[in-house]
């Protein structure tokens, strides 16, 4: 991997792997290794919510951004309920992405304590597309990714317990 990133801020963020086809795991992992140029070792349990499928969790260190890559990393494999979280760092906003078979993905900003936050111009844009209260309030819940929440809700009880992985990007 080039180092153009050298400069960049450093951040955190956690993937959450919620379920995932057992054939498709070690996939998964070398996608997270090749994307942050380290090695995922990942802790796989049985995800309780739906048998035969498998959760992990992996804390991950890297640049601004690095959120982002990693969902174009995993976002190819339809079959995979996952949800990752960059946090906000010095003068960058935190951002939450959510993928879930049959919704596709989601992205939403994120605020320190973990709540979706919508832009003042994403509001009044929302407000003047949408005279109506039904029509408004669909807008607002696909905003705030609550389709997503609601379908990963059972999926991420899955994991009480469940071991965590830290992965670290090396970056200079």
Known sequence: MRNLNQFADITT???????????????????????????ANLKWSA????????????????????GARLVG????????R??????????????????????????GGMSANGDVVLGEMQLRCLLDRHGDTTSLRRALDLAMGTAWDEELEAYRMG???AEVTWLQQRVG
Do not use: K
């Open 13 to 39: 963020g956690v993937v959450y792997i919620h379920s995932s086809p057992t054939a498709l795991c070690p996939h998964v992992e070398w996608a997270l290794s090749s994307t942050l140029d380290a090695r």
């Open 47 to 66: 995800q309780e919510a739906e048998a035969g499928l498998q959760r992990a969790t992996v804390d991950w260190a890297g640049p601004v951004g690095t």
């Open 73 to 80: 990393a995993l976002r190819e494999w339809s079959a995979l």
């Open 82 to 107: 996952f949800e990752i979280t960059e946090n906000p760092s010095e003068g960058v906003d935190g951002e939450r992405f959510c993928h879930v078979p049959g919704l596709g993905l989601w992205r």
């Open 159 to 161: 994991g009480a317990g």
